[in-house]
């Protein structure tokens, strides 16, 4: 599950989000926009990390209420036939599986 405390600092505005240990597959963007019933916007591939840090290393020296601007580059959008229900399934089961033991 997606922790807030570490949502990537390229989200899109919204209720749903990764955090920065989300990994990038395949599967997860083909399945997403159905489960959750919304397009999926992926970022390209870049150093956030550096550049996060960058971010607020010019915030800091700028004394400015806001940050800079974040610009990246175009992000891909992933869409798919929203699945109704999925979600309802997938809080039923992890309900029923909060009690096993890793």
């Given at each position: 599950m997606a922790d807030p405390k570490l949502a990537h600092p390229a989200n899109v505005p919204g209720e749903f989000f990764v955090d920065t240990n989300c990994i990038n597959c395949p599967t997860c963007r083909q399945i997403a926009p159905a489960i959750f019933g919304m397009p999926i916007h992926v970022p390209p591939p870049d150093e956030y990390?550096?550049?996060?840090?960058?971010?607020?290393?010019?915030?800091?020296?700028?004394?400015?209420?806001?940050?800079?601007?974040?610009?990246?580059?175009?992000?891909?959008?992933?869409?798919?036939?929203?699945?109704?229900?999925?979600?309802?399934?997938?809080?039923?089961?992890?309900?029923?599986?909060?009690?096993?033991?890793?």
């Open positions: 990390v550096a550049l996060g840090a960058a971010r607020q290393a010019a915030w800091a020296l700028s004394g400015a209420m806001n940050p800079p601007t974040w610009i990246t580059g175009d992000s891909q959008l992933f869409t798919a036939t929203p699945t109704p229900g999925a979600r309802t399934r997938y809080a039923k089961l992890r309900d029923a599986t909060t009690h096993w033991e890793w």
